[in-house]
């Protein structure tokens, strides 16, 4: 059980473009999922915390309007990077906390490279 | 804030040495600590966790890691590594009462040569 899973794992998209990246809870129900980004050869970094039926939590330094989260359901949470730039070019990875639960478990990332 | 730092940027080791990862976080109070891997090209595992209890905690593939709380500390061992072993390893600390949200080292990127 616990399974979460991350759609698409890789996408190629170009500059300017939009894109939608899925975080599924696949055997269980997620209030609450969190987003992370990981450089290459860094460390994860929480870039928000998406709860169900409302807005999400910004970490310090994240542009709320470049990156869009939406927790519509108990087991569905979407990322939007809004007018990607090359800079955006990273490893996404979302985190789904079960209802009642304190861990949480992990997709298995979604690596963005726009060109 | 709070912060987790690794000691080791990238460790190398041959095969049935011992392992020891550093890990010490900053919080004053209650904390759940884990340690995660990451395979190549593959998503994070969890290795192991402490919620409370026994500082010293057994999680899969042969780890362990110990709290000491003294020192904020968790550091994660194994007494003999495997070429399998190799992988970037992640220390991750979740603040007591703040749901799941988690705080990561830096990573260590640990080799194992044959």
């Known amino acids: 059980g616990a399974v979460v899973s991350q759609h698409p794992s890789r996408v190629i998209c170009k500059s300017g473009t939009s894109v939608k990246i899925e975080c599924r809870s696949l055997?269980?129900?997620?209030?609450?999922m969190f987003w992370y980004r990981q450089f290459p050869k860094q460390s994860l970094m929480l870039m928000a915390t998406?709860?169900?039926?409302?807005?999400?939590?910004?970490e310090q330094g994240v542009e709320k309007d470049k990156f869009l989260i939406n927790h519509a359901s108990l087991t569905l949470s979407t990322l939007t990077v809004t007018s990607a730039h090359p800079e955006d070019s990273s490893f996404y990875i979302c985190?789904?906390?079960?209802?009642?639960?304190?861990?949480?478990?992990f997709g298995q990332g979604t690596r963005l490279t726009v060109v | 804030a709070q912060s987790v730092s690794q000691h080791n940027h990238h460790v190398i080791l041959s095969e049935a040495a011992s392992l020891e990862l550093g890990c010490n976080y900053s919080?004053?109070?209650?904390?759940?600590l884990f340690w995660y891997v990451q395979y190549p090209g593959q998503h994070l595992q969890l290795l192991l966790k402490?919620?409370?209890?026994?500082?010293l905690v057994k999680g899969i593939k042969g780890f362990e890691a110990e709290f000491i709380k003294s020192k904020f500390s968790f550091n994660l061992r194994k007494p003999s590594v495997q070429w399998s072993d190799t992988a970037e390893y992640f220390c991750?600390?979740?603040?007591?009462?703040?749901?799941?949200?988690?705080?990561f080292g830096q990573g260590t990127e640990l080799s194992v040569k044959p």
């Open positions: 055997d269980f129900q997620a209030t609450t």
């Open positions: 919080y004053g109070g209650t904390v759940n």
């Open positions: 402490y919620f409370s209890g026994d500082p």
């Open positions: 998406s709860n169900e039926g409302s807005k999400a939590t910004y």
């Open positions: 991750a600390v979740n603040v007591y009462n703040q749901g799941g949200k988690l705080i």
């Open positions: 985190s789904a906390l079960r209802t009642g639960n304190t861990e949480a478990f």
